[in-house]
């Protein structure tokens, strides 16, 4: 299984990045896919999630801001965040989940900074 993020970097505050996480080795319909974050010295925190039927939850503090999508045609998960904030600055993660089971998967992670 793997899990493979793309789209970090470094944006200005209001900017905005999108997000790619591409999936193989998994059926990846069945699967919850999920965005987490984790800032430097604190806890992962769930960003997004969009169930196998296009169900989607944000954390409050993106809600308005971040968008999350699959396709299903290409295994893929995107997060569209938009008017970025510097406490959005983390390390941004993949992860594929069927809730109740073993199955969950975490990619690599890609760095998104928010700075000017």
């Known amino acids: 299984v793997q899990l493979v993020e793309s789209g970090g970097g470094l944006v200005q505050p209001g900017g905005s990045l999108r997000l790619s996480c591409a999936a193989s080795?998994?059926?990846?319909?069945?699967?919850?896919m999920n965005w987490y974050y984790q800032a430097p010295g604190k806890q992962r925190e769930l960003v997004a999630a969009i169930t196998s039927g296009s169900r989607t939850n944000y954390a409050d503090s993106v809600k308005g801001r971040f968008t999350i999508s699959r396709d299903n045609t290409k295994n893929t998960v995107y997060l569209q965040m938009n008017s970025l904030k510097p406490e959005d600055t983390a390390l941004y993660y993949c992860?594929?989940?069927?809730?109740?089971?073993?199955?969950?998967?975490w990619g690599q992670g890609t760095q998104v900074t928010v700075s000017s």
């Open positions: 992860n594929a989940e069927i809730p109740g089971s073993r199955s969950n998967y």
């Open positions: 080795g998994i059926i990846f319909s069945a699967y919850v």
